[in-house]
């Protein structure tokens, strides 16, 4: 410890913070009526040296250990620390304020530094391994889920570098100081470099094609930056910039393109190849350090993959089908081309999404506005998610007008393990739906768990799903497209794994399962969207009452494979570069900043992924989820989740669908077991057997 070190903060908490005491409200729900923007801060730091005090007081026990007075005990730890950061952390992506952006900038270093001193404390490590060893020996008798816990404990704190020796451990920490450097330093850089690289036009015929909004956003945008009278395209993070699909000038596309794809390597100040090579080097250096060959092996290892040879087959299965297709699109994409542009035009990346717009729209005629009337969110909550839920697990939900959540457009359900809403307190737990865009909500969907279920602590799950719908006028009907329909049912299977939890300690419920296969029953929930019996019920025209017309759900079906030759190559060269990035070793990595293209370009040609028409979804010196963000060697489990996603669906099909004794068994044997056990042994229990690859490939589209 340096002198710089701040004091331990005190235990104690006024009394009168909302989070002081275990709220009294049912199931937990934080007290909002009572909470204050100053109540976290004191709260978080008065958490955190409870909960230091909690673990001195085990890690010093004099009694020999045993699972109640270490595994049970560590358990059991951090109560006020886990309410406090909890709701907080869910206000922040909700809805966050300057004060509260300040308060996590000055809390994430020391929360950081919470949990390591956690995880690489020797004496812990040694009370666990004790326990281990009684257990190997047949001294100490654990059932599967402490076993589990157990195992779990001690891969977390060997993979934290509890073992090393103190010069290593010293190491260890100043990569993982340089690595968050780094990572900050390349979202700021790629960020401003995005900026600068955005395209300006000065001839307003160039925007021919583009619709009348985005032309006015692009006008606005160019006054901001100074430019009156011309118009800014800005750069979004894919290297697919939405424009292109609309923009009918070839040469516009082109410098659209050009600019998406050079960022971060066009050697001036925003250029990030040198951070790139910094970060692979360390990320190397640490995983070596730990006992792994390489930084894709360290991430495997905790997922379900387990190793990156696995991941790197399983990308590999795919990659050919997927290519096979991409060039089938290709093919039709050029015949059009060809029919403007002369015999011998060549496709480029730039024109792809504008043609295959074309041909989606020629072919399946679809439109979204037509659509919107007939998805009424109230009415696909009640008659489609809602529902679904009930004829496959046997559950309701009753809105609680009484409880109040964050934010005024948050409203709060109790959710009853029967078919038909119980008496107030015998439910489940809570559900808690915030499904409107606001300034101080970020991008995107996600759910948030604000009580996890445990047996040993005796709670009950409460549950947060966010999405960004656009709020109507007062006293007008909320209309969705189907992709925030897809969306809604999609967090509800996040809402279901945490709700429908059934585990003892509160460090396996429900989604507390690595990254790869958290998406799983996530994306598993989305098909009840498609299921006729479940689509005719919600999809009814919000003022007419009229049914969506049958014809629509079968053009929707079909158009949902055009394209998927591209989607798939876009995103598994992207996915495959991840791998090739992060399975070298230190020595291996390249040394200058101009090897950085040529070893992507060779990643790509020996993946089979090279198309010049379908670059990856991210090039390396833009790739901020593997160099900005912790997705590193991860970016693959999206797949690896659909993989198993897909089939789930083929199980539940084979099976009869949407059916209680289906619902049943996906729930007893799979969400109840959230991280009790090991992911891929739920997975088995379920399906009778190891996923197989090939309901993805017929979903997609993707067979030969
Ligand atoms: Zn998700």
Do not use: C
Not at 50 to 63: G, H, K, S
Not at 585 to 613: H, N
Not at 679 to 699: C, K, N, Q, Y
């Amino acid at each position: 410890m340096t002198s710089s070190a701040p004091a331990p903060a005190s235990a104690t908490l006024d009394p009168a913070n909302p989070f002081a005491s275990p709220s009294p409200l049912p199931y937990g729900l934080p007290d909002y009526a009572a909470v204050r923007e100053e109540h976290y801060e004191p709260a978080i730091l008065a958490g955190m040296a409870q909960q230091r005090a909690e673990v001195e007081a085990i890690a010093t026990d004099p009694a020999p250990p045993t699972v109640a007075n270490t595994l049970e005990a560590l358990e059991r730890s951090g109560r006020l620390l886990d309410r406090a950061l909890r709701a907080f952390d869910n206000q922040l992506s909700a809805d966050a304020t300057p004060g509260l952006e300040d308060v996590q900038e000055r809390l994430a270093p020391r929360l950081a530094a919470h949990a390591d001193a956690l995880a690489m404390d020797a004496r812990l490590h040694a009370r666990a391994t004790a326990l281990a060893d009684a257990a190997a020996s047949g001294d100490l008798d654990l059932d599967a889920g402490t076993a589990y816990l157990l195992e779990r404990l001690l891969i977390r704190m060997r993979r934290a570098g509890v073992a090393l020796g103190a010069a290593e451990q010293e190491r260890l920490r100043a990569l993982n100081a340089r690595l968050t450097i780094l990572e900050a330093q390349f979202g700021r850089r790629l960020l401003a470099g995005a900026n600068a690289a955005a395209v300006l036009v000065t001839d307003r015929a160039e925007l021919d094609g583009l619709p009348e909004d985005a032309v006015a956003g692009a006008a606005a945008a160019a006054a901001a930056r100074g430019h009156e009278g011309a118009w800014l395209l800005e750069l979004q993070l894919p290297t697919r910039q939405g424009v292109l699909a609309s923009l009918r000038s070839r040469d516009l596309r082109e410098r659209v393109q050009r600019a998406s794809e050079s960022r971060g390597a066009d050697g001036g100040e925003h250029d990030t190849r040198a951070i790139v090579l910094e970060t692979a080097r360390l990320r190397a250096e640490r995983a070596r350090l730990l006992g792994y060959p390489h930084h894709a092996a360290y991430v495997a290892e905790d997922a379900t993959a387990r190793t990156a040879d696995a991941v790197e087959q399983m990308l590999a299965r795919l990659a050919p089908a997927a290519v096979a297709n991409a060039r089938a699109e290709a093919g039709e994409l050029e015949a059009l081309l060809r029919a403007t542009e002369g015999a011998d035009a060549e496709l480029r990346a730039s024109d792809w999404a504008f043609l295959s717009e074309q041909v989606r729209q020629a072919r399946f005629a679809l439109d979204d506005a037509a659509l919107r009337p007939y998805l009424e969110l109230d009415r696909v909550l009640r008659d489609g998610v809602f529902e679904a839920a009930r004829r496959l697990f046997g559950i309701s939900l009753a809105e609680r007008t009484d409880l109040v959540g964050y934010h005024p457009d948050v409203r709060v359900f109790e959710v009853f393990d029967s078919p038909e809403p119980g008496r107030p307190g015998e439910g489940l737990g809570l559900f808690l739906g915030d499904w409107y865009t606001r300034g101080s909500k970020r991008g995107g969907a996600w759910m948030n768990a604000l009580v996890d279920q445990s047996h040993l602590l005796g709670e009950r799950p409460v549950v947060v799903n966010n999405l960004n719908v656009v709020k109507p006028p007062a006293g007008e009907p909320t209309l969705l497209t189907w992709d925030e329909v897809i969306t809604v049912f999609h967090e509800f299977g996040h809402a279901l794994h945490g709700l429908l939890s059934d585990v003892r300690y509160p460090s396996q419920s429900g989604t507390a399962v690595p990254r790869d296969f958290v998406e799983y029953p996530s994306q598993v929930n989305e098909m009840w969207a498609w299921e006729p019996q479940v689509l005719r019920g919600f999809a009814v025209h919000h003022a007419t009452g009229e049914p969506m017309p049958e014809q629509w759900v079968e053009t929707m079906l079909a158009s949902r494979q055009w394209g998927e030759g591209f989607a798939t190559t876009e995103y598994l060269a992207a996915a495959l570069l991840d791998q090739a990035w992060h399975r070298l070793a230190p020595e291996d990595v390249p040394t200058s900043v101009d090897e950085v293209v040529p070893f992507e370009q060779a990643a790509l040609e020996a993946a089979g992924v090279a198309l010049a028409a379908v670059p990856p979804r991210y090039r390396t010196t833009y790739y901020n989820h593997v160099w900005g963000s912790g997705y590193a060697a991860g970016y693959y489990s999206y797949v690896w989740s659909e993989v198993l996603d897909a089939d789930t669906g083929e199980w539940y099909r084979e099976r009869g669908g949407l059916a209680r004794a289906n619902g049943e068994a996906f729930r007893r044997r799979l969400l109840a077991r959230g991280g009790s056990q090991d992911p891929m042994t739920s997975f088995r229990d379920l399906r009778g057997r190891d996923p197989e690859i090939t309901p993805l490939l017929a979903r997609r589209g993707l067979e030969a």
